[in-house]
């Protein structure tokens, strides 16, 4: 369906479980459980709520807006838009920021998304069946060791995310989205069912909602400030990529609020479907990464049925690492697209061959390059390896930096009656509160992880 000779969202519905997609991810079901196992627990969780609310959702209005006003690739948005209201050409660092970030995030994202799927089929063959903890942790090291099938896999989910676009809006992502992220609900919902029977779900759901408030310091505020951005990719560019695709008719404030509940409800039900495995079995929360490849395992080797729960649990991780890998492609093949007049499937092409290339040294800093860390003479990349370069540079530089200046550009830059017709066809009590968190508190914030992220 299209409007003149803009494409856009088949329903509200697509746009909807799209959106979702880009904050379910890795983020929700891989990293939300480990920082907070590293950060104190439900007193992480209350004040992770807290930020989303305050920082990470008003800022999504913001970027959604961007998009819509452009009705292109975030690149050309911001060129659109600079022109349009007589902006500072300095504004277009935002479009390449926003082209940048999906770039090198789709690459490394990429190896770890390998690795759930490599997980998923560990399960189907009950790879998990009585190992302990070091066995666990030897399995893990032997496929992130591997440099012929860390890439294999890293390539292989690489290669189903480019066949996907290369469908279309439609008939690709809008099609995918809209048969996996249903199933990836109900798949954790019977998650959370099995853990309250198997697992410990008293000790587990008061670890997540009874907060110690003395265990709230500077750092855990400001991990879940950062987790809230990550988690529903603010300030990445596929925001602003898909918020191309959005009509007029739909409520931009309204889409967020939901997507922020379903991106909570799906990080919270991670959680409940984690952490009672995790005290059933006397293992540590606070394992950091490893807590989903090194620590589940072992729960999932000894429980009733565990081979189909781990198979279950991995397909629902590999799952939402796809839908979040196929907005950070879509981000990068419409710019192709627009820019350079190609047709879908060589943009694809072309995008994907390029990610492949820099996504090589991220798969291979766990084996082959595990000793080169080229960027070791400054200080705060000292030992770190491609993979962990990229992760750092996205995750704690330009991410924020990027979602610090659309704050600004939606706030100060764009027309008052511009914003003000964006938020809401009709008068609404909450944009006046809105523009004042986006001018006066969002940026405190973000400066905030920035400074802390440096």
Known sequence: MSVGKSIVWSSKASFLLATIGIAVGLGNIWRFPYVVGSNGGAAFVMVYILTLLLFAAPIMVAELMIG????????????VLREKFSANPAWQLIGWLSLLIPF?????????????VDYTAKSALNSFAGIDGESSKSMFQALAGSPIKSTGLFLGFLLLSMFIISKGLKDGLEKCVKYLMPMLFVILILLVVYAAIAGDFAKGFSYLFSPDLSKINADVVLAAMGQAFFSLGVGAGSV??????????????????TVAFADTLVALLAGMAIFPFVFAYGLEPASGPGL???????????????????????????????TTALSMLECLVRFIIEQYHLSRGRATIYIGS??????????LSFNTLSNFTPLAFFDAFAGKT???????LVANIMIPFNALL???????????????????????????????????????GVI????IGL
């Open 68 to 79: 819509r006003q452009g009705q292109k690739d975030p690149f050309s948005t911001m060129r």
């Open 104 to 116: 090198i995030a789709l690459a490394y994202y990429s190896v770890v998304a390998g690795w759930t």
């Open 240 to 257: 602003m990529a898909y918020g191309g695709y959005l009509s007029k008719d739909i409520s931009i404030p309204k889409s967020v609020i």
């Open 292 to 322: 989903i490849f090194e620590t589940l395992p072992v729960a999932f080797g000894q429980l009733p049925g565990g081979q189909f729960i781990g198979l279950l649990f991995f397909f629902l991780l590999a799952g939402a690492a796809l």
């Open 354 to 363: 390029a990610t492949a290339v820099l996504g090589l040294g991220a798969a």
């Open 386 to 392: 491609l993979f962990d370069i990229m992760d750092y």
């Open 406 to 444: 659309i704050v600004l550009f939606c706030s100060w830059v764009m027309p008052h009656n511009t914003v003000k017709r964006e938020f809401s066809a009709s008068p609404s009590r909450w944009f006046a509160p809105w523009l004042t968190t986006m001018r006066f508190i969002a940026p405190v």
């Open 448 to 451: 905030a992880i920035l400074i």
